[in-house]
């Protein structure tokens, strides 16, 4: 009897264990299968938590005729204004050229510590294009720089995307290249959108970007000469 009870116990044991054991398998691998899903989402919250860039096409060029522009040896320097409503792609682009090409290249922060009194009073307006001429001529002249690139951005809507996650601002650059007596060169406009998220932008991607847009658009209009470019 006590032999028959023992076994019995053991039996009992063992279909407990069993029981478990068959209880504990398909959660693991139900967890296991769930791994590459979780991973998945995870990127996709990472992604959607991200801040980045967005450039459209150039839109409504215009280039000076092409004997109206300096030959190569005589363009040697460029002064950019800090773009008014984005001051940010001003000193970008200023670094994106200053490493990728020969041209000295004046940065926004220098033109407005070394600028006159003057000449910084007027950057901080919203300059119309019948006031790039002017303000180009006085850049040039005070730095002593072949061409002067001015630029404003214009702003539409902030939207939302990513269920809220991300606000979106549309913008519009508006650029233009005058030589060292106010003459137009060239003229040009960049859409972008500035998507915001949790995450800080990459500066160093958006200046990767931002070049290889700007010098696309130099060589389309046969310019890459002109500006010594590249290294």
């Known amino acids: 009897m006590g032999i028959g009870m023992r076994q019995l116990r053991g039996s009992l044991s063992s279909v407990k264990l069993l029981t478990l054991a068959l209880m504990v398998l398909p959660a693991t691998v139900l967890m296991q299968g769930c791994m590459p899903a979780l991973w998945l989402s995870a990127i996709g919250?990472?992604?959607?938590?991200?801040?980045?860039?967005?450039?459209?096409?150039?839109e409504h060029s215009w280039?000076?005729?092409?004997?109206?522009?300096?030959?190569?040896?005589?363009?040697?320097?460029?002064?950019?204004?800090?773009?008014?409503?984005?001051?940010?792609m001003a000193t970008l682009?200023?670094?994106?050229?200053q490493q990728e090409t020969e041209l000295r290249v004046v940065s926004p922060s220098?033109?407005?510590t070394h600028g006159s009194p003057e000449l910084v009073a007027g950057l901080s307006e919203n300059l119309t294009d019948k006031d790039g001429p002017a303000l180009a001529e006085k850049i040039a002249a005070e730095f002593e720089v072949d061409c002067v690139l001015l630029g404003r951005a214009v702003g539409g809507?902030?939207?939302?995307?990513f269920g809220g996650m991300k606000e979106r601002f549309p913008k519009r650059l508006y650029l233009h290249l005058l030589d060292a007596?106010?003459?137009?060169?060239?003229?040009?406009?960049?859409?972008?959108?500035?998507v915001k998220g949790a995450k800080e932008i990459d500066e160093t991607w958006v200046k990767e970007v931002l070049m290889a847009r700007?010098?696309?658009?130099?060589?389309?209009?046969?310019?890459?000469?002109?500006?010594?470019t590249p290294k």
Do not use: H
């Open 157 to 161: 809507q902030p939207q939302w995307s």
């Open 63 to 88: 280039v000076a005729p092409r004997e109206q522009w300096p030959q190569p040896s005589e363009m040697r320097s460029l002064a950019i204004a800090p773009f008014w409503g984005e001051a940010t």
């Open 45 to 58: 919250i990472d992604s959607a938590r991200s801040s980045e860039v967005e450039f459209q096409p150039f």
């Open 214 to 228: 700007v010098m696309a658009r130099v060589n389309e209009l046969g310019l890459v000469e002109v500006w010594r």
């Open 93 to 97: 682009l200023a670094a994106a050229l």
């Open 110 to 112: 220098e033109v407005t």
């Open 181 to 194: 007596k106010g003459t137009m060169m060239w003229k040009d406009e960049l859409p972008f959108t500035i």
